[in-house]
């Protein structure tokens, strides 16, 4: 067997969840009793940050821009699409520096392959369709002995397909796999759960946030198996452990858009011997274009040109960072091509909006309205006006929002022409106009002259062209058996 080198080099383990919201694991507050044991013992081992936020609330952009540093207007993968080819990855980094990189579950949603670089590859219906806890065990503890036999260190991306739709005992999931179904171990009943404040309390609503918490749950299960791999290998003390997801949960008013409750998301970090456990960070925000560089910072690596992000491994060492007081995020399109351009910055307490696509005639149409959710708060609508309201903004949106997230992290109120929030919202849109020059921006121009019409509708002209280049680029995959 060859020599190790584990005893100089620290190993990476990067688990994250798909679609689950900031707010659904135990030490984030859900008030549902022993939903995530896994994730709340893995936060008590290490660091929990609580204004953390990916940058774009739909997986694979989400993903690509964890793994490149850059936002993605500038490493290509604005939908669901490869990121350019001349951008570095994360991945080739690791593999030039010598690590084993594997990968469990999404592995789809890194793309081209040739750019990740991954010696070990298990796919979706290689993990009981990306959701059993004990098939995650398995793979995790072959990758790590093939990487003790090779005497590499390694970096694991294990990527649960649960909370993400068709939820754990669903009629869409029934519908979608019919009776090859995943098993869960414990269902989650409507009356454990609180619906989210942004979706209205009925009974179809809590119906479904019930079916969510029974994939949270799961979830959590494959958390706590993949560390039981890890422990068992003896590699725990010199391996890096974080914990996210890549957006929040797929209803109305959260994934696919730029609300508090679209990107913010649990972040765990653990590290023995260098990250203090049980410490909370609520001082500092983090975003996950910072990924890769707190990865190669880390490790002892060479930071890569070009990153918009920047490493926070000063905050894991329990140190203060400046420039860490706002956070940006976007939106380009949905899985179906659909380009909905939106911009956002947020500090700890506030959040401005930019809806580049609400004219009050296009209409908003995302995955997150299949299911029971949408359809139960339309057929409410009806006879509620509170609901029939909810429906409009979530259908039209505004041009502009403005939010005080820390008396009302649902938006419900928003206070774009509110006169107690004036200087606020100049903060908020100054440090939008600054950050988008800054990352050349393709929205700069319609932003900074905003009111006109001209500027608007040459970016919207440019976004519909783009659609049109994705549906025509897919529709050619299909056809040659690619897709």
């Not at 969840?17 to 659904?24: G, T």
């Not at 179809?204 to 890890?230: F, K, N, P």
């Not at 765990?268 to 274009?289: E, F, M, N, Q």
Request: glycine share 8%; net charge negative; aromatic share 12%.
């Amino acid at each position: 067997m060859p020599k190790t080198n584990y005893e100089n080099r620290q190993n990476v383990l990067f688990i994250t969840a798909d679609d689950m919201n900031y707010d659904s694991p135990g030490c984030y507050g859900c008030q549902t009793s022993g939903i995530t044991p896994s994730i709340d013992d893995l936060a008590k081992r290490g660091m929990r940050f609580t204004n953390a936020h990916v940058t774009i609330a739909v997986c694979m952009p989400s993903r690509e821009t964890l793994m490149t540093g850059r936002y993605p207007h500038n490493n290509g993968g604005e939908g669901f699409e490869p990121i350019s080819v001349q951008v570095p990855t994360l991945q080739e980094e690791l593999a030039a520096a010598g690590y084993l990189n594997g990968i469990l579950g999404k592995t789809n949603h890194l793309a081209p392959s040739e750019k990740f670089c991954w010696d070990y590859r298990v796919n979706f219906d290689q993990l009981g369709r990306g959701r059993d806890p004990d098939l995650y065990y398995r793979y995790t503890k072959e990758f790590i002995e093939r990487s003790r036999q090779e005497g590499k260190p390694f970096f694991l991306m294990a990527n649960s397909h649960d909370p993400h739709r068709p939820f754990a005992g669903s009629d869409q999931e029934k519908r979608k796999w019919g009776g090859d179904l995943p098993d869960f171990g414990r269902r989650i009943e409507p009356d454990e759960v609180t619906v989210p404040g942004f979706l209205p309390d009925i009974p179809e609503v809590r119906l479904e946030i019930a079916e969510y918490y029974t994939s949270v749950h799961r979830c959590d299960e494959t958390v706590g198996r993949i560390m039981a791999a890890l422990e068992e290998s003896g590699l725990y003390e010199d391996t890096m452990v974080m914990f996210i997801s890549d957006n929040g949960m797929a209803v109305p008013f959260a994934k696919t858009n730029c609300y508090l409750n679209s990107t913010k998301t649990p972040w765990i970090v653990s590290w023995p011997d260098r990250v203090k456990r049980g410490v909370v960070d609520d001082r500092h925000l983090i975003s996950g274009v910072d990924y890769m560089p707190t990865i190669l910072d880390a490790l002892g690596l060479p930071l890569v040109n070009g990153m918009d992000g920047r490493s926070f491994l000063p905050l894991l060492y329990g140190r203060r960072q400046e420039g860490r007081e706002y956070v940006f995020t976007q939106f380009h399109e949905t899985a179906a091509n659909r380009r909905y351009p939106m911009r956002c910055v947020q500090s700890k307490d506030f959040g401005y909006i930019v809806n580049f696509w609400s004219d009050q005639d296009t209409v908003f149409l995302n995955e997150s309205q299949s299911g029971r959710t949408f359809s139960a708060m339309k057929s409410a609508s009806e006879s509620d006006s509170g609901i029939r309201q909810r429906v409009r903004l979530f259908q039209y949106r505004v041009p502009e929002e403005f939010y005080n997230f820390d008396e009302d992290p649902n938006a419900l109120e928003n206070l774009i022409g509110s006169s107690r929030c004036e200087r606020e919202i100049a903060d908020l849109k100054t440090a939008l106009g600054e950050w988008m020059y800054d990352t050349n921006d393709p929205a700069y121009d319609a932003f900074v002259n905003w009111g006109s019409k001209e500027s608007l509708e040459r970016f919207m002209d440019q976004q519909r062209r783009k659609s049109r280049i994705a549906r025509e680029r897919k529709q050619r995959a299909r056809e040659s058996g690619r897709d």
